[in-house]
């Protein structure tokens, strides 16, 4: 009977052991989407997993960037911190402290900054990336080979120069961001991949990257940041006449491995009465992405301590790089199995810098308080009221806004050289995120 009761004692130590790991923690991170792009929203969409997702956990209604541009909105989710925050040597070079900063695609991360890959690794946490990156690596060796119409990507060379380059970008995000592992990585849109003419928007290959991180993880709790393309341009619709073997990082041998495949795509879309178009297959592309991901979270037993993270980086034109609510306001959605309760509603003001504290505290990890800019909102992912951001806070080129959540203030200020130079009819324009690569 001594022995028995022992035993039950052991067991049960042992399972509030494991009760009381850190969670998993997976970020999807979409680019250029309103929130009415996504089905939880009320809006007929071939968004059916983002539903469930939903569903099983949470909808934001105040989810917001701070900065309506790609680069910079990587940026808020990377520090925790707003983007003027920025210590890149041509940031600081090109924006003196004494005059107003632009906001564009110019706040690049650099080494020296914390991540959120970086504070979890002190956590014990393995971490990894995929998908797009747009933070940096813009000159030098990392712009890679380029290659025309007429170039063969089964030809063996090219596709070991192709992996060669891959690898580099893999290594500089590792490096730069924090990460252990990284696969899959777009510098940044596919107009500047080595073969733009032959391969965009291959989700196959990101969510192989994805998974490929997930079975690598073993017993550490991990965090998965996958930065995806949808729905950011070239057209999506026309990637389903592209040879999905063809990645940006070379051949891949099973594109049909996770994902249906682009013709059971197509013919999926009509028969649920959806048009092949730009729109429509991106958002198909997005959720055959996370529903693969999420399927094997479940396959490998992890799913209910796991929290699940949906959220764009930004909204879309003609809000884009602006402080207008069509450019800042995105879709948001949480799912965390025993903390979030299914089918709720969040009206929370939330901003994406929220995202590092918020997770750092559910890892158990909390920051030093003023350590960034980013309130976290973890008592509204427990149901509670109060708490988390009263103010939302935004930049874009040389305009700022606050808002409550109801009222904005927005202003504009340039640089008093840019004034003049105006004046002088040395420029026709003030300049904007239009002077930045995209």
């Given amino acids: 009977m001594k022995y028995a009761i022992l035993f039950l004692a052991a067991a049960l130590l042992i399972s509030c052991q494991e009760n009381n790991k850190p969670p998993n923690v997976i970020i999807f991170f979409s680019d250029d989407m309103r929130d009415v792009d996504v089905s939880m929203y009320g809006r007929k969409q071939p968004t059916p997993s983002l539903q469930q997702l939903a569903e099983e956990g949470a909808r934001f209604n105040n989810a917001y960037c701070s900065s309506g541009m790609c680069t910079p909105s990587r940026y808020t989710l990377m520090t925790g911190n707003f983007a003027g925050r920025c210590q890149a040597p041509d940031f600081l070079e090109n924006n ?6 632009t906001i564009a695609w110019n706040t690049h991360l650099i080494e020296g900054d914390k991540t959120i890959a970086d504070y979890l690794n002190e956590a014990g946490y393995y971490t990894g990336f995929v998908g797009k990156y747009h933070l940096g690596a813009e000159g030098g060796s990392l712009r890679g080979p380029r290659y025309g119409k007429e170039v063969d990507p089964y030809d063996p060379e090219i596709d070991s120069t192709l992996k060669s380059y891959q690898h580099e970008l893999q290594e500089y995000v590792k490096k730069a961001g924090g990460f252990d592992y990284a696969a899959s990585v777009l510098r940044g849109n596919y107009e500047t991949n080595p073969i733009p003419h032959h391969c965009f928007h291959n989700f196959e290959w990101m969510t192989k990257g994805a998974i490929t991180f997930m079975e690598s993880a073993g017993d550490e709790p991990f965090f998965l940041y996958a930065a995806t393309t949808a729905l950011h341009g070239p057209p999506h619709d026309k990637a389903l006449d592209l040879d999905p073997h063809f990645t940006p990082g070379g051949l891949l041998d099973n594109p049909t491995e996770y994902h249906p495949s682009r013709e059971e795509l197509s013919q999926r879309l009509i028969d649920r009465g959806f048009k092949v178009s730009h729109h429509n297959v991106g958002l ?4 055959d992405h996370v529903a693969a991901v999420l399927n094997k979270l479940d396959e ?8 699940v993270i949906f959220m764009a980086d930004h909204g879309v034109e003609p809000g884009k790089a602006s402080c207008y609510e069509v450019g800042v306001k995105v879709p948001m959605a949480v799912r965390w199995p025993g903390v979030v309760e299914p089918k709720s509603e969040i009206n929370q003001n939330t901003q994406i810098v929220d995202l590092l504290p918020t997770i750092l505290e559910a890892a158990g990890s909390p920051l030093p308080e003023g350590e960034v800019d980013g309130i976290s909102f973890m008592d509204a992912l427990k ?5 988390g951001r009263e103010y939302l806070y935004f930049e874009n080129g040389y305009s700022r806004a606050v808002s409550d959540g109801t009222f904005k203030y927005m202003t504009l200020r340039y640089p008093e050289g840019v004034i003049e130079e105006m004046k002088e009819g040395k420029r026709d324009y003030a300049p904007n995120h239009l002077d930045f690569p995209m």
């Fill in 300 to 307: 490998l037993g992890k799913a209910e301590n796991t929290l």
């Fill in 96 to 101: 003196p402290k004494s005059e107003p900063y």
């Fill in 383 to 387: 149901g509670n009221d109060g708490g």
């Fill in 284 to 287: 198909a592309m997005l959720d």
